[in-house]
């Protein structure tokens, strides 16, 4: 890992910005492809049928555009020793990836409320609910506005702590998962799994498409802890 970090340093930028923007092309390509592929092995009355008109086609790829600078920008602050990320250690793995679990859920959760309770509701995140029944695309037909502020969130973390460079692989990986997971449209545990004490506070398709649903609850990501807490979760 060590060596491929070492051999992007030495890359010239035009060439960095290809590497990203396939890196994010791929990740969503992913996305769409096992998200329909669990949607037709878990497939029942729940689902809904759906295609992919062109206006979300475009805001996936001006999304993807976007993420795309964020990753760039991520690269260059570390570049520049603003990001600070530790290659050894692995014992330190597991807990920064739950600190990076638990602190970018929070700032979405507050984030995510604060655009639903104010005129930024309206202005750029009813965008990404104009789909009542969320099908893979939708976690990247979002606003402009909001993919920059996700990213600049994530940006500060990492700004404000140094952590293990697997974490934060582990942490990304498990953060496109949620996202994938959340927009289903339909919902692959049975009940009795999701009401498990070991899985009951975490953020399911469920959880998620109950916010679709119903914009007034349920703004966390990963978890439900936060709307717990401050009287935002609705089972549905």
């Known amino acids: 890992?060590?060596?491929?970090?070492?051999?992007?340093?030495?890359?010239?930028?035009?060439?960095?910005?290809?590497?990203?923007?396939?890196?994010?092309v791929a990740i969503t390509m992913g996305v769409l492809i096992i998200g329909k592929m669990l949607q037709q092995k878990f497939r029942s009355s729940q689902a809904v049928s759906y295609h992919y008109t062109a206006h979300e086609v475009w805001v996936c790829i001006l999304t993807n555009t976007l993420n795309?600078?964020?990753?760039?920008?991520?690269?260059?602050?570390?570049?520049e020793g603003i990001i600070k990320i530790s290659l050894t250690g692995w014992i330190s793995i597991i807990p920064d990836f739950i600190i990076l679990f638990m602190i970018m859920d929070l700032l979405m959760y507050i984030f995510h409320f604060i655009i639903h309770k104010t005129f930024l509701y309206h202005a750029i995140h009813q965008l990404h609910h104009l789909s009542v029944n969320p099908k893979p695309?939708?976690?990247?037909?979002?606003?402009?506005?909001?993919?920059?502020?996700?990213?600049?969130?994530?940006?500060?973390?990492?700004?404000?702590?140094?952590?293990?460079?697997y974490a934060i692989i582990l942490y990304l990986i498990v953060n496109?998962?949620?996202g994938m997971v959340g927009h289903l449209g339909m919902e692959p545990l049975p009940e009795r799994i999701r009401s498990s004490p070991l899985l009951k506070y975490i953020g399911t398709s469920t959880f998620?498409?109950?916010?679709?649903?119903?914009?007034?609850?349920?703004?966390?990501?990963?978890?439900?802890?936060?709307?717990?807490?401050?009287?935002?979760?609705?089972?549905?």
């Open 68 to 79: 795309t600078v964020v990753t760039y920008v991520g690269f260059w602050l570390w570049k």
């Open 1 to 24: 890992m060590e060596d491929i970090i070492e051999s992007l340093i030495h890359l010239s930028t035009p060439l960095l910005w290809l590497i990203f923007l396939i890196e994010n």
């Open 137 to 165: 695309i939708d976690l990247f037909v979002l606003h402009p506005v909001e993919t920059l502020c996700f990213g600049g969130l994530w940006l500060i973390v990492l700004v404000g702590h140094s952590f293990n460079l």
């Open 176 to 178: 496109v998962i949620f």
């Open 208 to 236: 998620h498409h109950n916010h679709h649903q119903d914009v007034s609850h349920n703004f966390g990501f990963y978890t439900n802890l936060w709307d717990r807490l401050f009287g935002t979760f609705s089972k549905g």
